[in-house]
């Protein structure tokens, strides 16, 4: 019998261009989407609700003071408007969770991990804003230009890989913080100061769609009358309901529209 000898180099090369194709074929499988069939993902017989949760996250809490102005303590508030959000979309049906019910602190990766245990939910964390100047006012929204969606273990491990696993541009997040500054601006007459993309910890570690309202800016010799008055709260959270609503009905009424026009 004839024997072929391969120098141990040629051995690992191989063994080497071996793996790289294993490896090569697992991604290929990850990342193929399945063919996209409409009367599956939203069947024509009813509209599919866009979320079955919305998890309310009142910011700071605890030794966490926030901002403070006056003896007004952002945690203090953050956690009002969120109860009076829980209450008005309790009594539209819609179920809610809040990251925490009293005034103790939770960090921000607690927050996210809980958050990521819901199935279905979209999140809306509640803060007030500080500065430096005394004259700033107003109302903005954030989203997190991407969110991680989870990176496959091959690639946590290999750095050639992680390159191909950059998470998704993140328009469902995006819509919700279009649709609830809208309604914030509507309700209030604040100073509209837009939706914008910023990295928040909790917004780009959360696998839901997720925003950050800063309801006014604590420090603002504008802002803090109104802040502080439980009416002006009261708006500040019919605003974010509204928003959250006016959210659900619109990707509802469009994943409708999908499923009218399938074959």
């Known amino acids: 019998m004839v024997r ?28 193929t ?19 079955a949760l919305v998890i309310l ?6 030794q ?10 952002e945690k203090d508030l953050t956690l009002d408007i969120a109860q009076r959000v ?21 960090s921000l990766g607690d927050r996210a ?14 803060h007030l804003n500080d500065g430096p100047r005394p004259d700033a006012s107003g109302i903005e929204t954030y989203f997190a230009a991407q969110q ?9 491990w290999l750095p050639f890989l992680q390159k191909v696993a950059n998470p998704r541009p993140n328009l469902e997040s995006q819509s919700l913080a279009q649709f609830i500054q809208q ?18 910890y909790v917004l780009a570690n959360v696998r839901h769609p997720a925003v950050l309202v800063e309801g006014g800016f604590l420090t603002g010799k504008n802002d803090i009358g109104k802040l502080a008055d439980a009416n002006y709260r009261e708006l500040l959270a019919m605003g974010i309901t509204d928003g959250i609503l006016k959210y659900r009905d619109t990707v509802k009424a469009l994943a409708g529209n999908v499923a009218q026009a399938s074959p």
Do not use: C
């Not at 399945?34 to 009813?46: A, T, Y």
């Not at 996250?57 to 605890?62: I, R």
């Not at 991680?148 to 946590?156: E, K, R, V």
């Open 148 to 156: 991680a969606t989870g990176i496959p273990l091959i690639a946590s």
């Open 183 to 200: 309604q914030l601006v509507a309700r209030t007459q604040a100073v509209n100061r837009g939706t914008k993309a910023q990295q928040f």
């Open 113 to 126: 991990q809980l958050i990521n245990r819901a199935d279905n939910a979209v999140v809306v964390s509640i």
């Open 86 to 106: 829980e209450r008005l979309l309790d009594a539209q049906g819609v179920m809610t969770l809040l990251t925490r019910n009293g005034d103790s602190y939770v």
């Open 64 to 73: 966490d003071s926030g901002a403070i102005a006056g003896g007004v303590l």
């Open 57 to 62: 996250d009142p910011g700071h809490g605890g």
């Open 33 to 51: 989407p399945e063919p996209f069939s409409p009367r599956l993902v939203i069947p024509q017989h009813k509209k599919v609700e866009p979320f």
């Open 4 to 31: 072929f000898r391969v120098s141990t180099r040629a051995s690992e090369i191989i063994a080497w261009l071996g793996l790289l194709l294993i490896m090569v074929s697992f991604l290929t499988l990850l990342l």
